[in-house]
């Protein structure tokens, strides 16, 4: 009964190769996110959903589309993957905007992505 | 625009010793704050948040932190620490949006 998941949890690709990770969360929360976590341990949101509409995008490559089938999941698909975007890829979840801010995000195990 | 300051990169204590992992941060409102926790290979935890209640704020395994607006301050505390507390450490500042911005983490080493 894992609330957010994650998988896969480790995945190794080639240069220019398409990927998808997959977040699934079982905590009836409106609001779930895209983080990147870079080699320095640096994290940053990268998209957020809100029961299925897109609120925050941060200038991040069009090569990277998230999609929300429904409140409960939201894929991260990565086009033509680059050696840049090896990184751990955190999927996090709150209970929505409707909380304000303060809200707590829960994250999920993480996906560690390298690009070879 | 909110920024938060983790102001070492690491620190290192001896077990049974306090820890105080230091953070300031810069909102042009009342902020809503946390910090979170990253054990090696692992995901982020929440330890605490602070949402303009109480400003000393109290969280898991002992740790606790105080929100000294005149400071900027949101230092992380914990009185005696433990081996298991060894991880990464963030301070992190929340939008109007919810969005939350990260610092640049405190690895904390905990020496036998």
């Known amino acids: 009964d894992t609330a957010v998941s994650q998988t896969p949890k480790y995945l190794v690709t080639q240069m220019g190769n398409d990927k998808s990770i997959k977040c699934e969360q079982n905590l009836g929360h409106d609001t779930m996110y895209w983080y990147k976590q870079d080699s320095k341990k640096f994290l940053k949101i990268m998209f957020s959903y809100n029961n299925k509409e897109l609120i925050i995008n941060e200038t991040v490559p069009n090569r990277f589309s998230p999609k929300s089938p429904d409140k409960a999941h939201l894929n991260l698909h990565i086009n033509s993957l680059e050696l840049g975007d090896s990184a751990v890829y955190f999927c996090?979840?709150?209970?929505?905007?409707?909380?304000?801010?303060?809200?707590?995000?829960?994250f999920g195990p993480g996906t560690r992505l390298l690009v070879l | 625009a909110q920024s938060v300051t983790q102001l070492d990169s690491h620190v290192s204590v001896s077990e049974g010793t306090p820890v105080l992992l230091r953070c300031n941060y810069s909102s042009s409102y009342s902020p809503s704050l946390f910090w979170y926790v990253q054990h090696p290979n692992k995901g982020l935890q929440l330890l605490l948040k602070?949402?303009?209640?109480?400003?000393l704020v109290k969280g898991i395994n002992g740790f606790e932190a105080e929100f000294k607006k005149s400071e900027t301050s949101f230092h992380l505390t914990k009185p005696s620490a433990h081996m298991s507390d060894a991880a990464e450490y963030f301070c992190v500042v929340s939008d109007r949006t919810d969005k939350l911005i990260f610092g640049t983490g405190t690895r904390l080493q905990v020496f036998p």
């Open positions: 996090a979840s709150s209970a929505g905007l409707a909380g304000g801010p303060g809200e707590t995000q829960y």
């Open positions: 602070y949402t303009s209640a109480a400003t």
